[in-house]
């Protein structure tokens, strides 16, 4: 068996698993992280972030002495960016003095991108460009129970399609909705957002490879850019929405030529696991 240090953290209430291994020295792999981010039988969690030197990371080209955030959905798949990771990964190497701050550069899949830890607590994160779908009823979605909506496609460096609908709490997404699969061959995040008020929304969200989470960093990006579009007269940029997800909420600003997020960043708990040996 294997005995691994991990750290537990959240961003409005979405989860992670937190591996600190500089110098990639751990094996995992898709098996490691289904089972540690299993609820029952692991620590629990919606993803697992790992903490390595990015000089370790074959395509990364960037600067080798920065930290890496080799993010994992629950199942074990690779994804390119998580908004709320971010945060949750910019506190840890604070709070662990692996980094300096208020300010620092992290590498991720989608680019380098940088936290700023306020002083009211929060951390806000760069989340690079983000392109929305030219038409509003570019994909058809259909949720579990029968309810059919259109949604915008959205990139944040991850796949999203967005439906804008009247009521939120009846939804199903208990099993994820579906869409044409030539839309998003690789998976999609889909988001149902409900309008509260001018730069107001308020969303639930099915993730690629892990389900209906509490909340979903990119994706309230996504909501917040595809509500931008679908405004007869867009609002002038600089733009910033709030966006109230089922574990609180986050800020969302928009430039011409990127995202910032701001939300909370909360170190939970840390231990050691045992986990299985591989085969």
């Known amino acids: ?9 959240h961003g409005t209430e979405n989860d992670f698993v937190l591996l600190l291994d500089r110098e990639s020295m751990l094996h995992v792999g898709p098996a490691e992280v289904r089972y540690l981010c299993d609820r029952r039988a692991g620590v629990g969690g919606d993803g697992l972030l790992r903490a390595v030197a990015a000089r370790h990371i074959a395509e990364w080209d960037g600067d080798g002495s920065l930290w890496f955030m080799d993010y994992r959905n629950a199942d074990g798949s690779v994804a390119e960016m998580c908004g709320n990771g971010l945060r949750v990964f910019a506190r840890f190497l604070l ?3 692996l980094a300096s ?3 620092l550069d992290i590498a991720t899949r989608t680019g380098l991108q940088q936290a700023t830890a306020l002083r009211d607590g929060r951390i806000r994160v760069s989340m ?4 929305v779908g030219a038409d509003a009823a570019g994909v058809p979605v259909t949720t579990a129970d029968g309810q059919r909506f259109a949604a915008r496609p959205a990139d ?11 009521e939120l709490d009846t939804l199903d997404l208990h099993l994820s909705p579906s869409f044409p699969a030539d839309a998003f061959p690789d998976g999609v995040n889909l988001e149902f957002v409900r309008r509260l008020g001018p730069e107001h929304l308020a969303m639930r969200v099915h993730e690629r490879g892990v389900g209906e989470t509490r909340s979903c960093g990119t994706g309230t990006v ?9 405004s007869a007269e867009a609002d002038p940029l600089p733009v910033t929405y709030r966006v109230d997800v089922p574990g609180g909420s986050v800020e969302v600003e928009l430039t011409d030529d990127q995202a910032y997020l701001t939300g909370p960043a909360v170190l939970v ?3 050691q696991v045992t986990v299985p040996e591989e085969g």
């Open 1 to 9: 068996m294997r005995h691994w240090s991990f750290t537990k953290g």
């Open 95 to 97: 709070d662990s003095n």
């Open 101 to 103: 701050g208020p300010t």
């Open 128 to 131: 690079g460009p983000v392109t």
């Open 156 to 166: 944040v460096g991850n796949p999203h399609a967005v439906s804008f609908v009247d």
């Open 222 to 230: 996504a909501a917040a850019a595809a509500a931008r579009a679908q």
């Open 269 to 271: 708990a840390t231990g």
